[in-house]
């Protein structure tokens, strides 16, 4: 297990040295291993992270890494990772059901996933759904962005009102 740590380790630090191929490959490579399942979450959400900055790997690729990571460990910051990049993709109900797992998971800080669940919605919808947005305008994206952030917020829409006029 200690040559899976140190290659751990240098995937890691590849990552965050933005050597995405190299990180990806040792992150692969640590798959191949015998491992166990928090070490293999690690490196699927790892090399899903390194994912992103290789243009060759697919959206539903780099999806099924965060998402069999979240199998094997569901904590928050994989849930939160996994939200923005199906936001992203256009993969909005998916996004809202990871946002929202990681609320439940996190209550305490339930206002910071669902704030950027709200923002994430707001300004990547329209650009997602262009053709939607041209036929019937961009009220209901920003109505169920706003909606987000109220719930964020911890505000109900009739205080929203009231707080406003």
Wanted: charged share 35%.
């Amino acid at each position: 297990m200690a040559n899976v740590e140190e290659l751990l380790r240098e995937a890691e630090t590849l990552l965050n040295r933005f050597e995405y191929e190299e990180a990806h490959e040792k992150f692969s490579e640590i798959m191949e291993k015998e491992i166990d399942d928090k070490t293999e979450a690690q490196a699927r959400f790892g090399r899903a992270e390194a994912s992103l900055g290789l243009n060759e790997i697919e959206g539903e690729e780099i999806l099924e890494d965060y998402e069999k990571a979240i199998e094997l460990n569901d904590n928050p910051f994989y849930r939160q990772s996994a939200g923005g990049f199906c936001i992203d993709i256009g993969k909005f109900e998916k996004a809202e059901e990871h946002y929202r797992k990681a609320a439940e998971l996190d209550p305490d800080n339930k206002h910071h996933y669902l704030s950027d669940l709200a923002v994430g919605y707001r300004f990547k919808a329209p650009i997602m759904m262009e053709e939607f947005v041209e036929q019937a305008g961009d009220d209901i994206i920003i109505r169920k962005s706003l909606n987000y952030m109220l719930e964020a917020l911890e505000i109900d829409q009739e205080k929203a009102v009231e707080l406003l006029s």
